[in-house]
């Protein structure tokens, strides 16, 4: 997998502009909805593909759209690659075999790493 560039970042951001706005809809929300964790403003903006949200905001969007963040952004990589479930299936597939190395790994030596210490990877 190559490193994140500026283009691949601005497509996520489209993506996921696109999937906040397609699952409201789906859900039938209104942008009110959403008041316990932004702004109406803001999230029009974030739809309108102006603002990216943080983590933290993506995780809030989710609650409300009773997805998980994971799906969210999930749906929206597929929705800006139209690819459909097959870049699903693949972030899935390499998520399964990153968590099986991962739990190798603590096996192997439960001493040296600790996946959940922030300090071990950077």
Do not use: W
Not at 76 to 100: N, R, V, Y
């Amino acid at each position: 997998m190559e490193p994140l560039r500026g283009s691949f970042i601005m497509k996520i951001r489209s993506g996921l502009a696109d999937a906040i706005k397609a699952i409201r809809h789906l859900r039938c929300l209104s942008q009110e909805d959403f008041s316990g964790v932004s702004s109406r403003t803001y999230l029009s903006s974030l739809e309108r593909r102006l603002k990216s949200p943080t983590v933290d905001k993506v995780c809030e969007i989710a609650e409300v759209l009773v997805i998980s963040p994971a799906a969210l952004l999930l749906v929206a990589q597929s929705l800006e690659e139209g690819t459909g479930t097959t870049s699903i299936d693949d972030a899935c597939a390499e998520a399964k075999e990153l968590l099986a190395s991962l739990d190798a790994a603590k096996r192997k030596d439960r001493n040296s790493i600790d996946y959940r210490d922030s300090n071990t990877y950077g």
